[in-house]
């Protein structure tokens, strides 16, 4: 039984370990990807293993190349392959063609077209060869178009529509597709039929009227699976949109006035702008500004400055006369407190009377000490302190008042008077002599006199005079500092 099912297995082999041993049949590709409606580049390799030349007939499977078959994805060989070629013994023939893919064809898929090598001298030596072509998807595999205008204006609506068309016999479920640019962006998920199949879409936009004017892109992409199958790049141009608005107000107020200008951009592109106001020069002194002037001339001030697109341009201009007026009022009252102080206070005033020799030299003083009670209280506890420089000699002649005690140091004498009580209004002088020596010529300075007393407070205050300031051999009169 085995060497019956040997026997009989050897008989359906024998022919195809002929054919095999006969003919080497291969092939090779020139082109390295295929899109539908494209042509493969093969060479198909035959060599001839027998003993003797033979000639061989080479044919496609017409069946698989019938156009009106929609599983045929062939739509022809060219140049059509030879129905005879002679291959000498034991060599090889290179046969060059072009097989064509059907534009409707399924991408994305392996197809394959086989060819019958027959020999034209034995029946027994024949091929079935086949070729599988990979018929890959074309790099635009949705073509895009639109119909968007060159040039936009800022501000006014644009309508416009982008048409998505599939160039496969393919079925995309999903395609993304994308729509951007720098102004706005749109993005939508459909399901693409078999070509031809497109989808439209229309788009309504705004552009602000701000937007720079100058050239932008608009970029249309469309993905399946996150490959790129169609792309479009469209350019078009802002056009230039100037458009300033401007507002001035004055707010009025006590002495006051505020003029608030603002201009704004609503334009694309920059502006250079300006502002005048008519001022006097009085007005200049009490005018101040939230930014300086360019120019300034006798009757009025300007500002020249730049806007951008979207941007305002804000000036205060604030004229106030409060200050002067407040300080008027102010030196004003302080006036009026010196005086009332200066009336109302204690007031203590040092003076001298000179008396000079033929030659104009001072040869005697009479020294004076004048002290008014100008409150309305009574001081209590006074005593007068005047200091007199040993360079004068003290007499004996004294005023009204004579001193209570005279202290003689090194260098001054020291007078002092002791009054119980000075009354409101009262004022009072204390006077005394004093003599030059020959020898002195000069400057000579006489210190402050003191009075001191107690306040309503029971408090000792100390209120001194101007010092005196003369010269002994000079015609020049007393000085008061």
């Not at 297995?9 to 041993?21: C, F, G, M, R, V």
């Not at 500004?289 to 697109?309: H, M, R």
């Amino acid at each position: 039984m085995k060497k019956i099912i040997l026997t009989i297995l050897t008989i359906l082999l024998l022919p195809a370990l002929i054919n095999a041993a006969e003919i080497d049949v291969s092939h090779k590709f020139l082109t390295k990807e295929v899109y539908p409606g494209e042509a493969a580049r093969v060479n198909l390799i035959i060599k001839n293993n027998q003993a003797i030349d033979d000639y061989f007939k080479i044919e496609p499977n017409a069946l698989e190349m019938y156009p009106l078959l929609s599983f045929s994805a062939f739509k022809d060989v060219i140049p059509p392959v030879r129905s005879q070629v002679d291959i000498n013994a034991n060599q090889e023939v290179i046969l060059p063609f072009d097989i064509y893919i059907k534009d409707d064809t399924e991408p994305d898929r392996r197809y394959t077209l086989n060819f019958y090598i027959k020999s034209g001298t034995n029946k027994e030596v024949k091929v079935k060869y086949p070729i599988s072509v990979d018929v890959d998807s074309p790099e635009e595999l949705v073509k895009i178009t639109t119909d968007m205008p060159d040039e936009i204006t800022p501000g006014k609506d644009l309508v416009f529509s982008i048409t998505f068309r599939n160039q496969a016999n393919l079925i995309i479920d999903p395609i993304e597709l994308y729509v951007d640019s720098e102004l706005f962006s749109k993005h939508y998920t459909e399901k693409f039929y078999q070509s031809p199949y497109e989808i439209k879409k229309t788009l309504t936009f705004t552009p602000e009227p701000t937007t720079k004017a100058g050239k932008y892109q608009l970029g249309i992409r469309a993905y399946k699976r996150k490959t790129l199958r169609g792309k479009l790049v469209k350019t078009f141009e802002v056009k230039a949109n100037p458009d300033i608005e401007s507002k001035v107000e004055t707010t009025s107020g006590f002495l006051t006035r505020t003029i608030t200008v603002i201009k704004t951009n609503k334009g694309n592109v920059d502006i250079q702008d300006h502002y005048e106001l008519p001022i006097t020069w009085f007005q200049k002194l009490m005018t101040s500004y939230s930014k300086q002037p360019q120019k300034i001339t006798s009757g009025k001030i300007a500002w020249l400055f730049p806007i951008e697109p979207g941007s305002a341009y804000t000036l205060n201009i604030h004229t106030d006369y409060r200050v002067l007026f407040f300080t008027i009022i102010g030196v004003f009252i302080i006036a009026i407190g010196i005086i009332y102080y200066i009336r109302k206070g204690v007031s203590v005033k040092k003076g001298i009377f000179k008396i000079k020799d033929e030659k104009g030299a001072v040869t005697e003083l009479k020294i004076m000490v004048h002290f008014t009670n100008r409150t309305s209280k009574p001081l209590k506890d006074v005593k007068v302190v005047d200091i007199l420089p040993n360079i004068l000699t003290l007499t004996k002649e004294f005023g009204t008042l004579k001193p209570n005690k005279v202290q003689k140091g090194a260098n001054s004498s020291r007078l002092i008077w002791n009054i119980d009580e000075l009354e409101p209004k009262e004022e009072r002088i204390i006077s005394y002599k004093a003599r030059t020596g020959l020898h002195i010529i000069g400057r000579i300075v006489l210190p402050p006199a003191l009075l001191r007393y107690r306040n309503k407070e029971r408090r000792i205050i100390d209120q001194k005079s101007n010092k005196i300031i003369f010269f002994s051999a000079t015609q020049k009169k007393g000085q008061k500092d």
